[in-house]
Nanobody, 113 residues
């Protein structure tokens, strides 16, 4: 069974960029559909982007054009590139397989000046 660990969050100014990493262990990440989710303060967890085993990517409409998902098979890692960040992007970001397995700690992103 694959274990996924998120990293790369932090404090960023509005308009800035961050790249989040989701590193897999215990299995090959390209054997799974992997998704990024986020949970903003006081809100439900939302699906942000997915990447299939074949490498097909999709980003939810709310973030299309600003966020992108990718995978590095050599590093067994899936990334979420986030550009033009705004305060509404402040959230804890999680990666998970689809269907979702147990949730990790996530990585916190704070967008603030």
């Amino acid at each position: 069974q694959v274990q996924l660990v998120e990293s790369g969050g932090g404090l960023v100014q509005p308009g800035g960029s961050l790249r989040l990493s989701c590193v897999a262990s215990g299995s090959i990440i390209s054997n799974y559909v992997v998704a990024w989710f986020r949970q903003a303060p006081g809100k439900q967890r939302e699906l942000v982007a997915t990447i299939t085993r074949g490498g097909y990517t999709s980003v939810a409409d709310s973030w299309k054009g600003r966020f992108s998902i990718s995978r590095d098979n050599a590093k067994n890692t899936v990334y979420l590139q986030m550009n033009s960040l705004n305060p509404e992007d402040t959230a804890v970001y999680y990666c998970n397989t689809l269907p979702a397995d147990s949730w990790g700690q996530g990585t916190r992103v704070t967008v603030s000046s």
